[in-house]
Antibody, heavy 116, light 107 residues
Framework: QAQLVESGGGLVKSGGSLRLSCAAS????????MSWIRQAPGKGLEWVSY????????YYADSVRGRFTISRDNAKNSLFLQMNSLTAEDTAVYFC?????????WGQGTLVTVSS | DIQMTQSPSALSASVGDRVTITCRAS??????LGWYQQKSGRAPKRLIY???TLQSGVPSRFSGSGSGTEFTLTISSLQPEDFATYYC?????????FGQGTKVEIK
């Protein structure tokens, strides 16, 4: 079955950068749209960004537009999120998720902590 | 943006109780609505999609209903493993938006 594994989280200082990765297996990654979703400590879920299967269409939440960049490498079954100009408000667990009538498969998440 | 408002934000219930959670959309989303269960420290798990379609492997005590702007998740007989936080998600338009969550606690 579908498996998604995020990596790349960690502690970073305010204004810094981090690149998250999501490794996909168990399904044909190249045909699925994908998203990043985050959850701040003790808070609800917030959709962050979306990319189509071929990478030709991308959307961002207003809160990250201009700072975050989503990308994918279908040859390597991988999804990425480049995060720049990080602030304390970006502290969260970041999940990658597969699109199918909403989000049908999720990774376990990777924690990003931004220190001020 | 479509705002999703869940109610209640928390509830206390006993094993065997019938539980109902409501999600209201600020504008119509057709039946592009899903329900997710999240346990502490875990990724969300999809229970329902297309407003009323049960995800494969999810127990039949979970059901969803509604369309347009009003949706309901019902647990017909609450089990110990159902104590968790539940979220609705609209996927009719971008940005995708979640309800704020409903925490189901043990009475």
């Amino acid at each position: 079955q579908a498996q998604l594994v995020e990596s790349g989280g960690g502690l970073v200082k305010s204004g810094g950068s981090l690149r998250l990765s999501c490794a996909a297996s168990g399904f044909t990654f190249s045909v699925y749209y994908m998203s990043w979703i985050r959850q701040a400590p003790g808070k609800g879920l917030e959709w962050v960004s979306y990319i189509t299967s071929g990478g030709d269409t991308i959307y961002y939440a207003d809160s990250v537009r201009g700072r975050f960049t989503i990308s994918r490498d279908n040859a390597k079954n991988s999804l990425f999120l480049q995060m720049n100009s990080l602030t304390a408000e970006d502290t969260a667990v970041y999940f990658c998720a597969r699109h199918s009538n909403g989000f049908d498969s999720w990774g376990q998440g990777t924690l990003v902590t931004v220190s001020s | 943006d479509i705002q999703m408002t869940q109610s209640p934000s928390a509830l206390s219930a006993s094993v065997g109780d019938r539980v109902t959670i409501t999600c209201r959309a600020s504008q119509g989303v057709g039946n592009d609505l899903g329900w997710y269960q999240q346990k502490s420290g875990r990724a969300p798990k999809r229970l329902i999609y297309a407003a009323s379609t049960l995800q494969s492997g999810v127990p039949s005590r979970f059901s969803g209903s509604g369309s347009g702007t009003e949706f309901t998740l019902t647990i017909s007989s609450l089990q110990p493993e159902d104590f968790a936080t539940y979220y609705c998600l609209q996927y009719n338009s971008y940005p995708r938006t979640f309800g704020q969550g409903t925490k189901v606690e043990i009475k």
